[in-house]
């Protein structure tokens, strides 16, 4: 499937399965992404390909030489926000090109929008198989850029990325260690980045951009909950015990990846003390609406924990609602805190698997963190 961008086109590839009952679903791959699609409809030369988790959805017609053309809608960027897309049946690679194998490999000190006021940094980590498929992410000080799959070929890299919120595309221009090029996020935003090869390069701690607000010592919130029930932190079902509050949203893929891993610390840990609560805050306007999504967000995932509505996502207006926090930069982010109602440590972002060995990292350091924090 390609989606039109208007200056540029967005590649990615999926595949049809029927089931036994003849009921159709998709699977969509990004690197080793797999994201199952079971909400497929016919009705005559008609085809819509539900999204599982994020609100948006496919379109178009089916022609008799077996592709398929319409509109990819994504509500969650308003109404009328859809792009063109254009699909066709058979093997194919993402990218054209003759690939050059392994000059991608390695770590990029990559800079977005370099010059601008609002340039920030990152950290291109790539992986050049055999075969020239390049795989990887950027990391940024508030999260990743999830699982990115192209190619290199002799002097360009391209890269692209679908899950059903993200539609990403990147390319620029390949001089040895050097690139230059563009990144689109579907039809409403694009910016250039450029990149040298740093095996050295860093971001800031993620534990060191959020953190209390002077004068405040504890975190205090008081939200309904997905069933309607209010929950805070003076609730009896979480007096005495160590808590992990995560602030997210619906609409966000790295809290997806985040929300898998905090059930995966929920299933070891709570019968030891831990509690975890999500506060999520959405982009729908209508609180009817917005609780639906997170319903639909915790019963798709089969989140065991309370997901908390807290309002809008606009940063400002989430900022006033938890005002203990100096800032909210990104989400998600994860406050963790003590038996004692002390905040041990506030993490802004998240780093999911795509990124690999960054991921695994702080897999295994948020085991050991989670280890001493009921052990106190």
């Not at 595949?15 to 080793?32: H, K, Q």
Request: with cysteine.
């Amino acid at each position: 499937m390609v989606l039109n961008l208007g200056d540029a086109s967005l590649p990615f590839q999926f595949s049809f399965t029927e089931g036994d009952t003849g009921a159709l679903s998709i699977r969509v791959s990004n690197a080793s992404e797999i994201i199952d699609v079971p909400d497929v409809s016919v009705k005559g030369d008609s085809l819509t390909i539900r999204m599982p988790l994020f609100d948006s959805e496919f379109i178009g017609v089916l022609d008799s030489d077996s592709s398929y053309s319409g509109f990819w809608h994504n509500y969650l960027k308003g109404p009328n926000y859809r792009i063109p897309f254009t699909a066709k049946a058979g093997a194919a690679p993402r990218f054209s090109g003759t690939a050059f194998t392994g000059q991608a490999t390695g770590r990029w000190k990559t800079v977005f929008s370099p010059g601008a006021p609002e340039a920030y940094n990152a950290i291109g980590v790539f992986e050049q198989h055999a075969d020239g498929v390049v795989v990887g992410t950027f990391l940024t000080e508030t999260g990743d850029y999830r699982f990115l799959e192209g190619v290199a070929t002799a002097d360009s890299l391209m890269l692209s990325c679908f899950d059903g919120s993200h539609a990403f595309l990147f390319k620029a221009r390949l001089d040895g260690e050097t690139l230059a090029g563009r990144f689109w996020s579907g039809t409403h935003w694009h910016e250039p980045w450029v990149a040298v090869k740093d095996s050295a390069f860093t971001l800031r701690n993620p534990d060191s951009l959020t953190s209390l607000r002077e004068g405040y010592e504890m975190v205090d919130f008081d939200f309904p909950d997905t069933e309607g029930r209010t929950w805070s932190t003076s609730d009896p079902a979480l007096h005495g015990r160590p808590l992990l509050v995560h602030i997210m949203g619906s609409w966000c893929p790295n809290c997806v990846d985040e929300t898998r891993l905090l059930k995966e610390a929920y299933a070891k840990y709570h019968d030891r003390g831990l509690e975890v609560v999500a506060i999520g805050f959405e982009k729908y306007e209508d609180p009817q609406r917005a609780r639906q999504a997170l319903l639909r967000f915790k019963n798709r995932l089969q989140v065991p924990y309370p997901i908390l509505f807290g309002g809008s996502a606009s940063k400002d207006r989430a900022s006033a609602k938890l005002p203990f926090l100096n800032h909210l930069i990104s989400y998600p982010t994860c406050i963790f805190i003590g038996r004692d109602r002390r905040v041990r440590r506030i993490r802004t972002g998240f780093y999911g698997p795509g990124t690999g060995a960054h991921y695994e990292h702080y897999r295994k350091s948020l085991d050991a963190f989670l280890e001493s924090l009921v052990a106190e």
